[in-house]
Protein backbone atom coordinates (compact mmCIF):
# COMPACT_ATOMS: atom_id res chain seq x y z
CA UNK A 1 0.00 0.00 0.00
CA UNK A 2 1.13 3.69 -0.83
CA UNK A 3 0.64 6.43 2.05
CA UNK A 4 0.64 9.83 1.31
CA UNK A 5 0.87 12.72 3.65
CA UNK A 6 -1.06 15.73 3.18
CA UNK A 7 -1.23 19.05 5.15
CA UNK A 8 1.45 19.84 7.86
CA UNK A 9 1.00 18.69 11.28
CA UNK A 10 3.62 20.79 13.18
CA UNK A 11 2.52 23.97 13.13
CA UNK A 12 -0.37 22.82 14.98
CA UNK A 13 -3.59 24.50 13.14
CA UNK A 14 -3.85 21.47 11.01
CA UNK A 15 -3.69 17.88 11.55
CA UNK A 16 -2.03 15.41 8.95
CA UNK A 17 -4.25 13.17 7.07
CA UNK A 18 -2.96 10.07 5.53
CA UNK A 19 -4.63 8.87 2.38
CA UNK A 20 -4.37 5.19 1.66
CA UNK A 21 -4.08 3.75 -1.81
CA UNK A 22 -4.49 0.05 -2.72
CA UNK A 23 -2.20 -1.14 -5.51
CA UNK A 24 -3.36 -4.00 -5.50
CA UNK A 25 -5.69 -4.16 -7.86
CA UNK A 26 -3.71 -2.27 -10.06
CA UNK A 27 -1.13 -4.47 -9.81
CA UNK A 28 -3.71 -7.37 -10.92
CA UNK A 29 -4.62 -5.17 -13.89
CA UNK A 30 -1.37 -5.15 -15.08
CA UNK A 31 -0.45 -8.01 -14.32
CA UNK A 32 -3.33 -9.26 -16.72
CA UNK A 33 -2.36 -7.19 -19.38
CA UNK A 34 1.30 -8.19 -19.40
CA UNK A 35 -0.30 -11.99 -19.80
CA UNK A 36 -3.31 -10.94 -22.43
CA UNK A 37 0.21 -9.78 -24.06
CA UNK A 38 2.29 -12.67 -24.18
CA UNK A 39 -0.46 -15.09 -24.85
CA UNK A 40 -1.77 -12.86 -28.10
CA UNK A 41 1.99 -13.15 -29.00
CA UNK A 42 2.28 -16.79 -28.79
CA UNK A 43 -0.83 -17.10 -30.73
CA UNK A 44 -0.05 -15.00 -33.78
CA UNK A 45 3.03 -17.21 -34.46
CA UNK A 46 1.68 -20.14 -34.49
CA UNK A 47 -1.35 -19.20 -37.13
CA UNK A 48 0.99 -17.95 -39.47
CA UNK A 49 1.40 -19.96 -42.77
CA UNK A 50 4.51 -18.80 -44.49
CA UNK A 51 4.61 -18.43 -48.37
CA UNK A 52 6.45 -16.93 -51.13
CA UNK A 53 5.55 -15.27 -53.83
CA UNK A 54 5.27 -17.20 -57.13
CA UNK A 55 5.28 -14.19 -59.96
CA UNK A 56 6.36 -10.79 -60.16
CA UNK A 57 9.67 -9.11 -59.00
CA UNK A 58 10.44 -11.94 -56.55
CA UNK A 59 9.00 -14.59 -58.37
CA UNK A 60 10.93 -17.63 -58.74
CA UNK A 61 13.89 -18.00 -60.97
CA UNK A 62 14.53 -21.69 -62.03
CA UNK A 63 16.02 -23.59 -64.66
CA UNK A 64 13.42 -26.36 -65.21
CA UNK A 65 10.82 -26.36 -67.06
CA UNK A 66 7.96 -24.85 -64.79
CA UNK A 67 4.57 -25.35 -64.85
CA UNK A 68 2.03 -23.11 -63.37
CA UNK A 69 -1.16 -25.06 -61.11
CA UNK A 70 -4.22 -23.00 -61.75
CA UNK A 71 -6.87 -23.51 -58.34
CA UNK A 72 -10.35 -22.15 -58.72
CA UNK A 73 -12.98 -23.06 -56.37
CA UNK A 74 -16.65 -24.03 -57.34
CA UNK A 75 -17.63 -24.33 -53.86
CA UNK A 76 -16.33 -25.07 -50.56
CA UNK A 77 -16.05 -28.89 -51.22
CA UNK A 78 -15.24 -28.76 -54.70
CA UNK A 79 -12.31 -27.35 -56.92
CA UNK A 80 -10.88 -27.15 -60.77
CA UNK A 81 -7.11 -27.88 -61.12
CA UNK A 82 -5.91 -27.06 -64.08
CA UNK A 83 -2.21 -27.33 -65.29
CA UNK A 84 -0.43 -24.64 -67.76
CA UNK A 85 2.64 -24.70 -68.74
CA UNK A 86 3.63 -21.16 -70.66
CA UNK A 87 -0.12 -19.85 -70.66
CA UNK A 88 -1.86 -22.97 -72.23
CA UNK A 89 -3.42 -25.32 -70.43
CA UNK A 90 -1.94 -29.04 -70.49
CA UNK A 91 -4.66 -30.61 -67.89
CA UNK A 92 -7.72 -29.80 -66.04
CA UNK A 93 -9.74 -32.33 -63.51
CA UNK A 94 -12.60 -31.36 -61.17
CA UNK A 95 -12.20 -32.65 -57.60
CA UNK A 96 -14.90 -32.81 -55.18
CA UNK A 97 -16.13 -34.58 -51.93
CA UNK A 98 -19.60 -34.89 -49.90
CA UNK A 99 -17.61 -33.54 -46.96
CA UNK A 100 -14.48 -31.65 -45.76
CA UNK A 101 -12.58 -34.68 -44.74
CA UNK A 102 -13.21 -36.74 -47.78
CA UNK A 103 -12.88 -33.80 -50.41
CA UNK A 104 -8.95 -32.76 -48.78
CA UNK A 105 -8.18 -36.36 -49.11
CA UNK A 106 -8.94 -36.47 -52.63
CA UNK A 107 -7.53 -33.76 -53.29
CA UNK A 108 -4.48 -35.10 -51.89
CA UNK A 109 -4.28 -38.09 -54.08
CA UNK A 110 -4.98 -35.96 -57.33
CA UNK A 111 -2.33 -33.49 -56.57
CA UNK A 112 -0.26 -36.50 -56.36
CA UNK A 113 -1.15 -37.73 -59.28
CA UNK A 114 -1.36 -34.97 -61.51
CA UNK A 115 2.30 -34.61 -60.69
CA UNK A 116 3.25 -37.63 -61.27
CA UNK A 117 1.46 -36.94 -65.30
CA UNK A 118 2.83 -33.60 -65.93
CA UNK A 119 6.54 -34.66 -64.56
CA UNK A 120 7.60 -35.13 -68.03
CA UNK A 121 6.49 -31.64 -69.09
CA UNK A 122 8.06 -30.11 -66.03
CA UNK A 123 7.50 -29.21 -62.61
CA UNK A 124 4.55 -27.56 -60.89
CA UNK A 125 6.34 -24.10 -59.09
CA UNK A 126 3.38 -22.11 -58.57
CA UNK A 127 -0.01 -22.74 -57.33
CA UNK A 128 -2.59 -19.78 -57.57
CA UNK A 129 -5.46 -20.23 -55.91
CA UNK A 130 -9.01 -18.27 -56.90
CA UNK A 131 -11.86 -18.67 -54.07
CA UNK A 132 -15.61 -18.45 -55.24
CA UNK A 133 -16.85 -15.43 -52.99
CA UNK A 134 -19.19 -17.53 -51.08
CA UNK A 135 -16.12 -20.21 -49.78
CA UNK A 136 -15.00 -20.22 -46.24
CA UNK A 137 -11.62 -19.34 -45.04
CA UNK A 138 -10.82 -22.32 -43.51
CA UNK A 139 -11.62 -24.18 -46.46
CA UNK A 140 -9.17 -22.27 -48.07
CA UNK A 141 -6.15 -23.21 -45.68
CA UNK A 142 -7.27 -26.38 -45.38
CA UNK A 143 -6.60 -26.57 -49.47
CA UNK A 144 -3.75 -24.36 -48.80
CA UNK A 145 -2.07 -26.99 -46.23
CA UNK A 146 -2.71 -29.52 -48.44
CA UNK A 147 -0.87 -28.05 -51.33
CA UNK A 148 2.43 -27.81 -48.51
CA UNK A 149 2.11 -31.65 -47.97
CA UNK A 150 2.68 -32.21 -51.43
CA UNK A 151 5.50 -30.16 -51.41
CA UNK A 152 3.84 -27.41 -53.32
CA UNK A 153 4.91 -24.15 -51.30
CA UNK A 154 4.52 -21.51 -53.84
CA UNK A 155 1.38 -20.34 -53.47
CA UNK A 156 -0.71 -17.56 -54.11
CA UNK A 157 -3.96 -16.50 -53.80
CA UNK A 158 -5.96 -14.74 -56.25
CA UNK A 159 -8.43 -11.66 -55.15
CA UNK A 160 -12.28 -11.52 -56.04
CA UNK A 161 -14.33 -8.80 -55.14
CA UNK A 162 -17.61 -10.42 -53.36
CA UNK A 163 -19.86 -9.66 -56.44
CA UNK A 164 -17.73 -11.22 -59.07
CA UNK A 165 -19.38 -14.98 -60.13
CA UNK A 166 -16.31 -17.10 -60.49
Known amino acids: MAVTNIGDGASGRRRSLDAEINLVPFIDLLSMCICFLLMTA ?3 QLNSIQVKQSTGTEGLATSKKSLDLEVKFLSSTQV ?3 VKNSGKQIRSIQVSGAGAPEFLKSLDTEIRSLQGAVSAQGEIQAVMLTP ?3 VDYGSLVSVMDTFRKNKLVNLGVVPVSPTAGI
Open 42 to 44: VWS
Open 80 to 82: SLV
Open 132 to 134: KAG
